[in-house]
Every structure is written in structure tokens, then in C-alpha cells.
């Protein structure tokens, strides 16, 4: 198996701006005439040209070949002369992205932290966005405390997402180091509960909202939530895994293994250990799909033992991310 190299400027586990910043000339590969990204991320997401709304500009007395249609009727009534409605098209759209930096996203055990693949894509859907001329905003959870950052057009947006990730991450691995050594127990994470309901406050109708997440604390509880958040809303799922957590590994002898919640010893020479972390993930993955099918939002899976670009395919002729979608 060939070794995998990591993306440039990148460590695997600390963030930098540079790292980050990388993506934004990536942003071409997905940029008409190219294939779409975010049709390959949910297949829903269409140029700002089409698909958005019309907000309401004014009204003017109307003029021959107005559309019959946008007459202002009760503005005619009252001046006793046909009126139309000008509007104008939606320009910006809010794009919201989730980020999940919570205890069970600090691991990896190849090339990358799940945390790092997440800031990764997030990067990319941000330039993405500023490119599209699209609001970006997100909310990233640290497992205890969420950090909301409002929808904000152009480069201020994408930027600003950037820096809050590389801090917030160097800042959680730092934690997690000193409890490691201390052996200490993170804080006690908010419900998913919680976090669906910030979401639903903070994203203006209308919002493309991508989820980046292992999805550990996603449960059967947060379906009526979730089915609110998509009534007015386009969502989508993307799920950070990596090959430990479904006991792949050529490793065969005894680990002290820890993913951001529990620590402990697994021998990976036995074939039973394996087989109950597959076994595990197996039923966390089809938890997700189902609770993703049963309300129509699409998934897609990333890991984190592969860069980015490899996965997704910076040209028409490379394979998309991973997932068992129907295209």
C-alpha cells in the first residue's frame, strides 16, 4: 500500500492559517465549466444564477410587455392605474457549515486528525462559497461550548472561519494532551439536542447547511429537530471517519488507544477486538444513514487517513467522496 502523504503545510494534529489557506486556489477545480462541488457533495446546491429567491425591490406604474402577472393589484385599486412589482434576484445565499471539533473528533491514527480533515473541507466549501458570492458562516462545537459565526459575504467570512478553526483546534489538543498526562476526563459534552437548536436559530430560511462531523453524539432523539431544521432549509451530511475506529489496521500488537472520550488498552493482534470495533461502526454508520434517508438528506463519508483533494478529485476524471448515495 503506498504511504500517504500529508496535505502541504500540514502536521496532521495543529492547524495553521497557511494550511488552510492553501484551498483557496483550489476553488477553480469546481468553478464553471468544471464539475460542480457542491453537486457532488448533495447534487441540490445550483449557481446563484438559478434556483435562488426574488426579493421584493418596488413598484412602478406599469408598462407594455410587464408581466400580467406581477401587477401589484391593491396598488392599482387605490390609484386607479395598473402597477408593477419589480424584484430583484437573490444574490447572496447563506451557506452554514457545522464543525465538529468535540473530543471525539481529536484522533486519528494515519495521516490526519478527523478535527484536521474537518477544518480541511471546511476551508474549501468557505472559498467555495465567497466564490459563489454566497454569505458563509458556521458553528463550531467543542463538545462543551458552541462558537457561533454569523453568515458573512466575501473573503471576511471564509477568513474568519479559518482563524477561529486553527485556534480552537491548537487550543483543544493542547487540552487534550494535558489531560492525557493527567489523566483527566474532558468536560461533559451538550447534547446534540443543543446544537440543532442553535441551528435553527442562527440560520436565516433559505440556508445550505453542511454538517462535518463523526456524528457520535447524532441519535434517534435529534430526528424531530433535524426535521424542523430541513423544512426551510438544504441539508447535508458529511461524515469524518477513520480506519481505526472499523479496526482496520495492519498494526497486531497492543495499543493504549484513546478518541477524545475514553482511554484504554486493545490488542489488535486479536481478530475478536477487530470484529467488535467494525462491528461498532457498522451500526453507529447505518444509525446515521437511516436517520439521514428517512428525511431526505444526503451523506457522504470522508476519511481522514487520505488528503482531502485525493478523495473528492480535483478533475472531472477523479471519483467522488465515498457514500452510498444514489447519484
Not at 406581477?70 to 408593477?84: C, E, F, L, P, Q
Not at 452554514?96 to 468535540?102: A, C, K, Q, T
Request: contains cysteine; positive net charge; aromatic residues 8%.
Amino acid at each position: 500500500m503506498m504511504e500517504q502523504k500529508l496535505p502541504p503545510f500540514a502536521t496532521g494534529v495543529e492547524l495553521s492559517l497557511k494550511e488552510l489557506l492553501y484551498y483557496k486556489s483550489h476553488t477553480v477545480h469546481w468553478q464553471p465549466p468544471s464539475k460542480s462541488l457542491w453537486s457532488q457533495l448533495n447534487g441540490s446546491h445550483t449557481s446563484r444564477q438559478k434556483g435562488r429567491g426574488m426579493n421584493f425591490s418596488e413598484v412602478r406604474q406599469y408598462q407594455a410587455g410587464d408581466d400580467i402577472r406581477s401587477i401589484d393589484w391593491r396598488v392599482t385599486a387605490r390609484t386607479g392605474k395598473a402597477h408593477t412589482k419589480l424584484f430583484t434576484e437573490e444574490r447572496e445565499q447563506p451557506v452554514i457549515l457545522y464543525l465538529d471539533l468535540s473530543p471525539s473528533m481529536r484522533f486519528g491514527s494515519q495521516l490526519l486528525f478527523k478535527t484536521v480533515q474537518c477544518a480541511h473541507l471546511a476551508s474549501l466549501l468557505s472559498w467555495l462559497a465567497v466564490k459563489q458570492k454566497d454569505r458563509i458562516g458556521a458553528l463550531i462545537d467543542m463538545g462543551d461550548r458552541l462558537i457561533e459565526l454569523k453568515p458573512t459575504a466575501r473573503q471576511q467570512g471564509a477568513l474568519h472561519i479559518s482563524h477561529q478553526l486553527v485556534q480552537l483546534n491548537n487550543e483543544a489538543i493542547k487540552q487534550l494532551q494535558a489531560q492525557q498526562q493527567t489523566n483527566t476526563k474532558p468536560a461533559e459534552e451538550l447534547p446534540f439536542q443543543q446544537v440543532l437548536q442553535t441551528l435553527h436559530r442562527m440560520c436565516p430560511k433559505g440556508s445550505d447547511i453542511v454538517f462535518i462531523s463523526d456524528f457520535k453524539r447524532l441519535n434517534l432523539d435529534g430526528k424531530p429537530l433535524l426535521n424542523q431544521l430541513r423544512q426551510h432549509n438544504r441539508l447535508q451530511f458529511i461524515h469524518i471517519f477513520d480506519p481505526l475506529e472499523m479496526g482496520s489496521t495492519d498494526f497486531r500488537g497492543s495499543e493504549y488507544v484513546s478518541n477524545g472520550e475514553q482511554t484504554r488498552w486493545l490488542n489488535f493482534g486479536q481478530k475478536n477486538t477487530r470484529t467488535q470495533l467494525k462491528n461498532r461502526y457498522i451500526e453507529h454508520l447505518n444509525q446515521i444513514e437511516k436517520i439521514g434517508k428517512s428525511l431526505a438528506i444526503p451523506m457522504r463519508s470522508l476519511s481522514c487517513s487520505e488528503p482531502l483533494l485525493s478523495q473528492l478529485g480535483a478533475s472531472s476524471s477523479s471519483a467522488p467522496i465515498s457514500g452510498n448515495i444514489n447519484e
